[in-house]
């Protein structure tokens, strides 16, 4: 069976948003939940908690309420909530401008969790261990009452930071009881002044175990299981690419539609300047298309996802074993057309799969690991 696991990283854009964060996070998720109403899809939400926690500390509630309350409701019609952590949050500065705007004070050094190295003398692991295990518990306090069957054991890192040092990374998880990980995008390299990561080396499985001690270089049979965000090596996707590039091109003569933008990234201390020059761009998207690396974010282009997918699956699934897909997607993104565009390619995937496709949520992937005892 091919199981597909549509998630979201659930968050605002993390150097300051234009509008109130209802409007970035909340009203974007309720389209998303409608999209999948429209098609019998499930999603899986993976919450930034200590986001959550950095804004009650400061004494600003109504945005965790609001983002508690829609949780609560998601659960409610048989999605999925997990954990997805961006630790500089734990030290992040929030001023609110005009019209309910936001803007984030940020130390880079603290973006990736394998970085810290608390004032206090904690060691790394047990950082990490406090921090999951609040999370879990925030969660579970959260969403038990509504689904007593709830459980969180899922995790999405954020910016996928499980490096460096993924020893002590992992070894928190497994401690602080989380079974399956999501954060690993083959083939990905990153590196910008809060991010670093290559994923060059991980194993070329649908999925497979990581053993703390191991890394992430080797699959394993034990350990924390590993569904992988669909992403196609370097080199591979330079035909799907190159096809979508002419499909854009195309389009943009039909239409001049600006692009509005709700936030922007923690990599930039202040709003984004001018669009690039045309041939800025153009050189930009060759790049992409030599270089041939995707990951499947839900975007505008149906037909390239269907591509993409198709080649992946293909590529990994395997008669004996059931395969699980991880397809990420971010609320704040999202737009008409992107929805329009995921609601296509879901209809295309099941159409082409059929019987052998199922959408399914972390929570599910876990009961079915469990009967075959792949996780504990
Ligand atoms: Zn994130």
């Not at 200590?50 to 659960?75: M, N, S």
């Amino acid at each position: 069976m091919i199981y597909i696991l549509y998630s979201n990283d659930y968050e605002v854009f993390l150097g300051g948003n234009y509008l109130p964060e209802n409007d970035v996070l909340i009203s974007t998720t309720e389209n998303i939940l409608k999209s999948c109403e429209e098609i019998g899809v499930p999603m899986t939400f993976f919450c930034d908690l200590t986001c959550l926690w950095r804004y009650r500390e400061l004494g600003y509630t109504e945005f965790p309420d609001a983002v508690e309350q829609q949780l609560v409701q998601t659960i409610r019609s048989g999605h999925d909530v997990q954990t997805h952590i961006h630790p500089h949050w734990l030290d992040t500065e929030i001023s609110y401008g005009k019209n309910g705007s936001t803007s984030y004070k940020v130390d880079p050094s603290k973006f990736l969790m394998g970085n810290w190295s608390p004032e206090d003398g904690t060691s790394l692991r047990d950082f990490c261990v406090g921090i999951y295990t609040k999370a879990k518990q925030h969660l579970e306090d959260l969403l038990i009452p509504i689904d007593s069957n709830y459980e969180c054991m899922a995790y999405r890192a954020g910016g996928y930071g499980v490096q460096p040092n993924s020893g002590d990374i992992y070894s928190a998880l497994q401690n602080s009881g989380y079974k399956i990980d999501s954060s690993i995008v083959p083939g990905m390299t990153y590196e910008t002044e809060v991010n670093r990561i290559d994923f060059t080396k991980v194993p070329s499985l649908g999925n497979y175990s990581i053993d703390p001690d191991k890394g992430l270089t080797r699959a394993s049979d034990t350990g924390v299981f590993e569904i992988p965000v669909l992403a196609l090596r370097k080199g591979e996707a330079r035909w799907p690419l190159a096809k979508a590039f002419f499909r854009k091109v195309i389009k943009s003569f039909l239409s001049r539609e600006k692009r509005k933008r709700l936030g922007y990234p923690i990599q930039m201390s202040h709003a984004p300047a001018k669009d690039n020059t045309l041939t800025q761009q153009l050189l930009a998207e060759f790049k992409i298309i030599r270089d041939g690396w995707y990951m499947l974010e839900l975007g505008e282009d149906a037909d390239l996802m269907m591509d993409v997918a198709t080649r992946y699956i293909d590529q990994y699934k395997n008669d004996n074993t059931d395969l699980y897909v991880s397809i990420s997607c971010h609320s704040k993104s999202m737009n008409p057309r992107i929805l329009k565009a995921f609601k296509k390619f879901h209809r295309q995937l099941d159409s082409l799969y059929g019987s052998h496709l199922k959408a399914i949520t972390f929570k599910e992937a876990e009961q079915f690991l469990k009967q075959e005892m792949k996780v504990s």
